[in-house]
């Protein structure tokens, strides 16, 4: 009896070593964010990218106070209507999703939301610090924001 027990500890440890194996293996094979992007982990190179420009109205005049959100990253436009946002990923291309939105109300005229993508191609980094830090990559955009009806 004593042989039988041994025996069915050694099949039933091996069978569990086999399943935390593989999903261990499964969950470590890509890890994306809230926001579709790779999730950066400890040991893994990164880069750092920038998106700036102005925000302005259809008849050209910069608009401040708009709120850009990028990733992690959130800021406002100055009185200039301009902006800079940066997120850290790994050093790839990257279709980085960024939100303009009118939070003040009518304070400087309501504007609609504007939803957009930021898409680095073969991106070129500059600056790399280290082993791991990739250096920084960034882009331009300029964003035409309409008044609401």
């Known amino acids: 009896m004593k042989k039988v027990k041994r025996h069915f500890w050694r099949k039933y440890n091996a069978l569990l070593t086999l399943m935390l194996s593989l999903l261990g293996f499964s969950t470590a094979c890509e890890s994306l964010d809230e926001y ?13 990218f920038i998106v700036k420009g102005k925000v302005s109205s259809q008849d050209h005049a910069a608009v401040p106070n708009i709120r ?22 790994a050093p ?35 600056g790399r610090e280290g082993n791991w830090d990739m250096g920084e990559t960034e882009q331009e955009l300029n964003i035409k924001i309409d008044t609401k009806e």
């Open 68 to 89: 850009v959100a990028m990733g992690g990253d959130t800021t406002y436009t100055d009185k200039n209507g301009n902006y800079e946002v940066r997120q850290q990923s």
């Open 36 to 48: 579709g992007a790779p999730v950066v982990e400890y040991g893994v190179p990164t880069a750092t």
């Open 92 to 126: 790839t291309d990257q279709e980085i999703p960024i939100e303009f939105e009118d939070i003040d109300g009518i304070e400087n005229g309501e504007y609609s939301k504007i939803d957009t993508v930021a898409h680095f191609e073969n991106p070129t980094f500059t």
